[in-house]
């Protein structure tokens, strides 16, 4: 089992940034991606960005592409999700999710979900 942790979240106006991280414990040497999804309100959740463990792959959502950057930290089995030039339809509950795949990952089909952390952005 692993158990992924968000933090990062909060309040900013549009134009600009938040990091999100996503530590891992547990069996984290089961984790060959992790990645990041999105429910805004009233909306189905979303992938957003996901990268393989040893970070070679890294493949992300359209609308967000240029604009977020997905990296992790195999040493503090940590995550991260870099986000610039945020606007209001960025707004939503940010899920980090661990996959045995970038491919299953980006079908929805993950192992182990974070509690989320909402990101707000204002116009």
């Known amino acids: 089992q692993v158990q992924l942790v968000e933090s990062g979240g909060g309040l900013v106006q549009a134009g600009g940034s938040l990091r999100l991280s996503c530590a891992a414990s547990?069996?984290?040497?089961?984790?060959?991606?992790m990645g990041w999804f999105r429910q805004a309100p009233g909306k189905e959740r979303e992938f957003v960005a996901a990268?393989?463990?040893?970070?070679?792959?890294?493949t992300y959502a359209e609308s967000v592409k240029g604009r977020f950057t997905i990296f992790r930290d195999n040493a503090k089995n940590t995550g991260y999700l870099q986000m610039n030039s945020l606007k209001p339809e960025d707004t939503a509950v940010y899920y980090c999710?661990?996959?045995?795949?970038?491919?299953?990952?980006?079908?929805?089909?993950?192992?182990?979900w974070g509690q989320g952390t909402q990101v707000t952005v204002s116009s």
């Open positions: 547990g069996r984290t040497f089961s984790i060959n991606a």
């Open positions: 999710a661990a996959a045995r795949s970038v491919a299953r990952m980006t079908s929805g089909i993950c192992d182990s």
């Open positions: 990268i393989s463990w040893g970070g070679r792959s890294t």
